[in-house]
């Protein structure tokens, strides 16, 4: 059953603090990777989150945690989300405080919760797992399936020759890294989805059945009771009758971290549709229920 669901976090990783030098990236035409999982493009080296972080996709990272580190550890502990931010939103809301992370209904919606140390901690661990998986898949590395927190692949434990003894293969000197994105990749993102949702208006057997302004943009009367987040599970369906990267939610749905601690993009549920998205704000309050993530991604060349 363990490696069952260890193969679950590989699956993820198939189905899915911005600061680094430029002469570490390198260009497309040199990699022998694949796309980063669960990103479009958007530029020569840089990939973007189709959709917000998911609370399926962060239980997995949770569940390795706690498989590797034990669930009385303070590792395990620090990563979990604060669901009581529910109750801040009224008694109507209290249900999701038990419901929301966990319950498989909502597997699909955006994480929320979230600390930004905890935001950059699943980064982290996301990068490790993917370069994991480009070494298994090229029979570089061996398949762990019970990995030891003192022996855990690490990108820095791999290319610094401490992960089993193992001499880093020079054809893969390029390593996935993953990070909250900074205001010029939202705006860059922004641009993109402005592009696509104006050739989507011609595609009108696309845009009126999956319901392509629901893709775009989740906001809301202020007045309404009982108001939500949506799922991702439309941006399948839409990219498949239509041919085309998307990027889900981009104006609204939760708010989204940025790569500066405090500050976040856009706008959420919670907010008035009148309310300008496409900006960058400040708050004190960044953990609460309106509130998510999703990672850029760049291929980096290890140059220690």
Known sequence: MRKIILGIVFVFILVISFNFE?????????????LPPGTMQLDSNLYFDETEITNFSYLEFVYWIK???????????????????????????????????????????????????????????????????????????????????????????????????????????????????DSATFQKAFK?????????KTKKKCSETIGIHNLAINCHNITTRNLLPTSDLLIGEYCECCKESFIANLKGNVRELTAKEGVFFGH?????????????????????????????CVYKRWSK
């Open 22 to 34: 430029k002469s570490n990236i390198v260009s497309l035409k040199e990699l022998k990777y694949p």
């Open 67 to 181: 498989k590797v580190y034990g669930s009385n550890s303070q590792e395990y502990k620090s990563v979990l989300p604060d669901t009581n931010v529910w109750k801040k939103l009224g008694k109507e809301y209290e249900r999701f405080v038990v419901e929301y992370f966990r319950h498989p209904q909502y597997r699909s919606y955006p994480v929320v919760g979230i600390t930004y140390e905890q935001a950059l901690k699943f980064s982290k661990w996301r990068s490790d797992r993917v370069m994991e998986f480009i070494l298994i898949k090229h029979k570089i590395i061996p398949f762990i399936p019970n990995p030891h927190k003192d022996s855990a692949f690490t990108i820095e434990r791999y290319f610094e020759g401490r992960y089993y003894n193992i001499k880093p293969d020079k054809r893969f000197n390029n390593y996935p890294y993953y990070f909250l994105p």
């Open 192 to 200: 993109f989805q402005d592009s696509v949702m104006k050739k989507s």
């Open 268 to 296: 959420s549920f919670m907010d008035t549709c009148d309310k300008e998205c496409n900006v960058i704000r400040e708050d004190k309050d960044m953990v609460n229920a309106y509130t998510g993530f999703r990672n850029a």
